[in-house]
């Protein structure tokens, strides 16, 4: 009996550690929108971007193009290395977007949001530079707006 109840401690404090871990180890919950963070356009090419309805055409390339580069480390509905891309669209600016994936690395040195976000990733690797050109980084914003 009291061999038992040994082993049984033991056994949830094996659990407890490794519960512990795995909260340290995975990645931040998903940052909270911030109705200001919409008026932050970024820094890069794209000073403005009228939005009119979704072309489809257009968000058809942009889903294929999301799944070659950035579905290795993004999931729309899931965490994946990085967050989850479900309404990023409604958080963030159209033109943010696009200038994250066309100028990423300065962006990750200087926009105060990206540098919260990357703090708050530190456990996996940073979002690459893109690099994207203007006219595959307008076809992936436009898939992101159809994943509400
Ligand atoms: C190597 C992994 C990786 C790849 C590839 C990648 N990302 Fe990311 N992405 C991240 C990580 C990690 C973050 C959060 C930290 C950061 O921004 O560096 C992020 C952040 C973002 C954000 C901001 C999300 C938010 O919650 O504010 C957007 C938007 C985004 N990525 C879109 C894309 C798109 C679109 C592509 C493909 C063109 C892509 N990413 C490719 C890892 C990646």
Known sequence: MKVNSIILSAFFIVILI???FETMNSPIIQQKPDPNQLKDKGIGP???L???AVDQKLADKGSDLFDSKC???HHIKDVNLGP???GVTKNLAPEFIMNY???TSEMQKKNPYVQKLIGNWKTVPMMKDQKLKE???RAVLEF???QQ
Do not use: H, V, Y
Request: hydrophobic residues 45%.
């Open 135 to 137: 006219k595959d980084a």
């Open 18 to 20: 490794f519960c512990g």
């Open 84 to 86: 989850a891309l479900k």
């Open 50 to 52: 009228k939005l009119t």
């Open 46 to 48: 794209i000073k403005a």
């Open 101 to 103: 994936l066309m100028n």
């Open 71 to 73: 579905a290795p480390c």
């Open 144 to 146: 992101l707006r159809t």
